[in-house]
Each structure stands twice: as structure tokens, then as C-alpha cells.
């Protein structure tokens, strides 16, 4: 046109930018203009060295994402461990926690302690917390029952209850007997407990004529018996 030649306009190639992680938003200050969402950013006029100091807003990623796949492993594992131990340390403080106890009232006589039902689920007698009692005592809760059952139920009689002198064994048996002796004594004994029976009489009189308290037997020595054989 009109004699004069243009010359074609020279074809940009597009420039591919890498995203530089060490780059942050936060060091763009809010003022810096925006072009076609690039910010521009110079000295005296936003040029570095003849060339435009280019920023690239990006979102800036949390600690989750920029963690390795061996460090995402290693702190799902921590919180599995962590939720195991808590759940460990759950699990024995209710068990070191002592058993709940159910408190119960000793009536008098043969009444029971009755439920909502009706039906008496424990006897609360005198003579069955006595009995009861007894049992617990003869226990060694110290014990596991599974390496040593016998220890397990009677250590606690067998520590309470040495044998006595001049018995060559000991076991409850021979405790109740000494125990229904004693009774026996202290009933013979006892002149204020009316006795009902003919045999219960003649008990304490050979009772009081094996102790001798007035010492007749020494007084008359062998001569009754002679007597007796005589008739």
C-alpha cells in the first residue's frame, strides 16, 4: 500500500512458567498491580534488571499435603498407637478400680431381706453372715486360683489356725469339735440354764463329779466302787 512493504509481525512463543514453592502470596504487598491475574512488582516502576519482576498467585498448600507418602504413613500410624494405648489404659483403670459393693441389712430372727419379686435372693441372717464370714476369712485372695486352688480357698483358715501342741494334724473338724466342747462346758457349767432333760442332769453331775470341786472322790477314795461290787 502506497509503496510501502510491512514487514510480518514476529509470533511469540508461549512461555511456560515453573510454580516456584519458596514463592509466597505474602510477600506480594496488597497495593501491587494485578494484570490478567499476574502482579508485577518492580523497583521504581515494577522492572528488575529490564525485565518484569513476575508473581503468581497460588493457593498456598497445608502441612498434610506437602508431607511426603513415608511421613503420611508415619503419622497414621502414631494415631493408631496412640488411640490403642488409650484405649489399653481404659481397659485397666477399670479393672484396678475396686468391686462395687452392695450393702445389705442384718435383721434379727429368721426374717430375709426380700426383693421387689418377693422371693428372698439373700440370707442376711445372723447365722449366715456369721457362716458367710467365716468363708471369706478362710480365703487367700493373694492367690491365683489357677496355679494353686487348694491355697487359693483355704490359706487364710490355714494361716489363723496353727496346729496345736500335742496334735499331730488339725482341720475343721477337729476346731468344730473343740468348739462343741467348749459349748458343752460352759453349759454344764452355767447353774443359771435350767436343764430339761434327765440326761442333761445326769451330764452335769458326772460332770461335777469328774471335777471334784468339794473333793469327796479324795475323801473316800476307792471305797464307793467297793461297795458297788459287793451289792
Known sequence: MYGIQLTPMPRYKRTEFEEDETSSTNSVPADAPMAGGVGFRGSGGGIVD????????????????RSSPLEKSLMVLSLLLLLVVIILSAILDARSQPPSLKVVHVTSGNQNFT???????????????????????????????CDDFYQY??????????????????????KLW??????????????????QSKAER??????????????TVEELGAQPLLDFIKQ
Open 50 to 65: 529490564g525485565l518484569p519482576n513476575v508473581r503468581y498467585p497460588h493457593r498456598k498448600r497445608n502441612f498434610w499435603q
Open 202 to 215: 445326769k451330764a452335769r453331775i458326772y460332770y461335777y463329779s469328774c471335777l471334784d470341786k468339794n473333793e
Open 178 to 195: 473343740q468348739e462343741n466342747q467348749l459349748v458343752m462346758k460352759n453349759v454344764l457349767e452355767d447353774e443359771t440354764i435350767e436343764l
Open 115 to 145: 426383693s421387689k419379686n418377693g422371693n428372698p435372693p439373700y440370707c442376711v441372717t445372723p447365722a449366715c453372715v456369721t457362716v458367710a464370714s467365716a468363708i471369706i476369712n478362710a480365703m487367700d485372695y493373694t492367690i491365683d486360683p
Open 153 to 174: 480357698a483355704c490359706g487364710g483358715w490355714i494361716r489363723s489356725n496353727p496346729i496345736p501342741e500335742g496334735k499331730s494334724i488339725w482341720g475343721t473338724f477337729g
